[in-house]
């Protein structure tokens, strides 16, 4: 029995690894949307549904035929998940290369390139999900020809294990990803996938399994012959796995919003609610494992008590709570998490007795609703009605069920008045927590909101203080940084300007600045919402907007530059912070920048924002540009922290500021002076030209950092370099910035001109 919990600790390990690389490799051939993110979760979980599925109907099947052992195919099929994922990078790159051949260059955002997406991603990735879902089947089989005392629950000693696993699975990428990328990541998975086949093929070869595969296993009685625990309400227990698997995996998707205010929008808080929840889950089964061999329930009080702890995460996340981040998270997710560790397995447990089949039936019909779950949550529940109304409504059926009527098998006699006063307690306590908590957004009393299936966006402030927060996360503000971006771009052009792109849109201040050069003006945003708030923020922004020049997309910038055929004399890329911002590497990425140069005129200048990061950072991002443009200039901006990267093709004039303000017409001289800070157009440009850097002085900072690439994103993964940092440094020396790095700001008087002296 050690045996299979190594084997499914190792396996729990490899599914969440390979779900986190697979995700991420995805999105960053096919686009970082809302809806590519669910086409990806989607097809992981319906492989695991249709692989259990399938291979309990074949150990019913065939389980009973001597000649090859249960636990040599579960061998197999370990074997081919480890070697079919080496593939999985290039097959996405094919996918990619044929859905650019094939997709109509207009259509941005189409449902036809979901759909096409759609089936690509899932010839690549279904076939590999579904022999991770097989496992379970497969290795119940096994465990019940070698010791059949020991089955009847050996569904929930297999997902203690594959759940323990999965723990480690969620932690260990982010310290491998920064050693060795995603792809070699993944590898490690590959070896530990290989070491599961090879174990589980030399036991096979062993005198006990000699003598399984030989004696044929016994059939399995009829459903009526089975336990009173497993014929009890069937269609309830489906029905309960159903909900279960629905509310977890909803509630997931609208804990990242109730928890990123105060954790961050990094993949480490991210991690960490994955890992509190799994965590929890684990220690959920570890008691129904340990405590209750009965496997028997109060479907009257325990399920109604969910209700409750799952509206406990909204009084976690309520903002007049001084709790610090881990404690929201831990209290908000592990008490419900938990005890949906604690029923899940008992539910399949009853459902099955051990039964590879009806095990296999009864986790497809979980996985169903985890599937289901994150839709409704992302696409209908969160837009429409909005974090704490969408947590609500998956409370609802945990509450109804204390008002059902009882069933034949559990007599109302049972149900003693504690156990009602209990109950009805739940839901009180239940609709308490809904209606006396509030969240993040009630801290700012002058606000906009809007909603869609990516975030939860919020404008507020007044005069120069104004803010736009994505999720709770500041994004940006106003700031004569973000009107330079355009102006010093365009102005450096060999010739006046035709059009420009504007990636990133925020509140629009960029996009803005572009327009008054009156020339056309593409720019792409992410989040739905956002272009919303323009108004919020510039009086004029309804007129900019219907402008016959102005153009708004709303996609992913690298996807969109991918399939239009226009080119650009300006390609100006605003990233939000944090720069550890999760995805946020893809816009700084040496990949990303060999799709901009096809999107760039003959001399146009690509223009990137480094709003901070360490020094690693600094030279990875550089070195980036560098290796993909022979010509870049660095800059400072006119306040605060952060680089302008110039970068092009060709040879970038250096002008004067006096020559670049005679450039510039006499309406755009207007909205670049508009919030200073200098008090002349020519010292305004004089404050970013004498900070004229090079980007070797930004490399030599961090020389044995790699540049940024996809597989190796430097800026979001980075513990262990400020571990190393903070080791070396020494607790006394070194202080962190507020990204968590230490400080990123260049010595005083450093310059182009200092570096020449």
């Known amino acids: 029995m050690g045996w299979f919990f190594a084997f499914f600790f190792l396996s729990g390990f490899c599914s969440i690894l390979y779900e986190l690389v697979w995700l991420r490799l995805t999105i960053a051939e096919f686009g970082v949307t809302t809806a590519m993110t669910s086409i990806v979760l989607s097809m992981f979980m319906a492989g695991l549904g249709l692989g259990s599925w399938g291979a309990g109907g074949l150990v019913r099947r065939y389980g009973q035929r001597p000649g090859f052992p249960s636990l040599r195919l579960y061998g197999l099929t370990e074997l081919l998940i480890g070697l079919s994922s080496l593939a999985v990078p290039a097959e996405l790159a094919w996918g990619h290369r044929l859905l650019e051949s094939m997709t109509a260059q207009n259509a941005y955002s189409s449902g036809s390139y979901y759909v096409a997406s759609g089936i690509l991603v899932a010839v690549i990735l279904l076939p590999l999900c579904t022999c991770m879902g097989a496992t379970f089947p497969l290795a119940m089989a096994a465990m019940r020809s070698r010791r059949r005392a020991a089955s009847k629950r050996s569904f929930s000693f297999l997902y203690l294990a594959n759940v323990m696993g999965a723990v480690a699975g969620a932690l260990a990428p982010l310290f491998l990803i920064e050693l ?79 928890f990123t205010p105060y954790a961050g929008p990094v993949v480490y808080s991210f991690a960490f609610i994955l890992v509190s929840y799994l965590s929890a889950t684990f220690a959920g089964s570890f008691v129904y494992r340990r405590f209750n061999r009965g496997g028997e329930i109060d479907p009257f009080l325990s399920w109604v008590l969910l209700a409750f702890l799952g509206l406990l995460s909204l009084l976690t996340s309520d903002p007049r709570f001084p709790l610090n981040t881990p404690l929201r998270v831990l209290l908000g997710v592990g008490p419900f998490a938990g005890w949906i560790g604690y029923l899940t ?17 009864a986790y497809a019909v979980n996985v169903l609703g985890c599937i289901l779950g994150p839709l409704l949550s992302g696409f209908i529940l969160l837009p429409l009605v909005g974090e704490r109304v ?36 739940s839901v009180v306590a239940a609709l308490a927590l809904f209606f006396a908590t509030k969240n993040f957004e009630t801290l700012f009393p002058d606000r906009e909101v ?53 990636i990133c849109f925020g509140m629009g201040t960029t996009y803005k600045s572009a327009m008054s050069w009156g020339i056309p003006v593409t720019a792409v945003e992410l989040i739905p919402s956002v272009p919303g708030l323009f108004t919020f923020y510039h009086p004029d922004g309804a007129s900019l907007l219907a402008s016959p020049l102005s153009h708004v997309v709303i996609d992913d910038g690298r996807r969109y530059m991918e399939r239009t055929p226009e080119k650009y004399d300006a390609i100006i890329i605003d990233p939000p912070p944090p720069v550890r911002a999760a995805g946020s590497s893809l816009l700084y990425s040496k990949e990303f920048y060999a799709v901009a140069k096809e999107r760039l005129q003959p001399g146009g200048i690509l223009a990137q924002w480094l709003p901070s990061g360490d020094k690693a950072v600094q030279s990875s991002v550089a070195r980036a540009l560098q290796q993909s443009f022979p010509y870049v200039r660095v800059f400072r901006p006119v306040e605060e922290n952060g680089w302008h990267f110039l970068a092009s093709m060709r040879p970038i004039a250096e002008r004067s500021a006096d020559e670049l303000v005679k450039r510039m017409p006499a309406e755009v001289v207007t909205d670049m002076m508009e919030w200073g800070p200098a008090a002349t157009p020519t010292e305004q440009f004089d404050r970013m030209l004498r900070t004229d850097l ?48 230490g400080s990123n700001s260049p010595p005083a008087g450093e310059s182009g001109q200092t570096a020449k002296k």
């Open 694 to 741: 090079t980007t070797q002085m930004l490399i030599s900072r961090s020389p044995d950092t790699p540049p940024l690439q996809d597989d190796r994103p430097v800026n979001e993964y980075d513990m262990l370099r400020h571990w190393s940092h903070y080791v070396h440094a020494g607790m006394r020396d070194w202080k962190p910035d507020q990204y968590g790095a």
């Open 180 to 258: 060795y990328g995603f792809r070699g990541t993944m590898r490690v998975g590959t070896v530990c996938n290989v070491m599961i086949a090879v174990s589980a093929f030399a036991l096979t070869l062993g005198g006990r399994a000699k003598v399984s595969a030989e004696s044929p296993v016994p059939a399995v009685a009829p459903v009526t012959n089975q336990p009173r625990a497993v014929t009890a309400q069937p269609k309830g227990i489906l029905a309960l796995l159903f909900l279960t698997g629905l509310a977890t995996m909803g509630m997931e998707v609208i804990w990242i919003r109730l």
């Open 345 to 361: 397995p008992m539910l399949v447990d009853r459902w099955s007795a051990g039964d590879p089949d009806r095990a296999g039936r």
């Open 450 to 502: 809007l909603r869609d299936s990516t975030a939860t966006v919020i404008a507020t402030g007044s005069g120069m203080h104004k803010r736009l927060l994505t999720n709770g996360i500041g994004i940006t503000q106003l700031t004569p940084i973000t009107k330079m971006m355009a102006h010093l771009t365009l102005a450096s052009l060999p010739a006046p300007p035709r059009n420009a792109l504007v």
């Open 390 to 425: 969408a947590m609500f409504l998956f409370a609802v059926p945990w509450m109804g069920m204390a008002f059902l009527p009882a069933r034949s098998q559990t007599p109302r006699s049972s149900r003693s008045t504690g156990t009602r006063v209990a109950a009805y307690a």
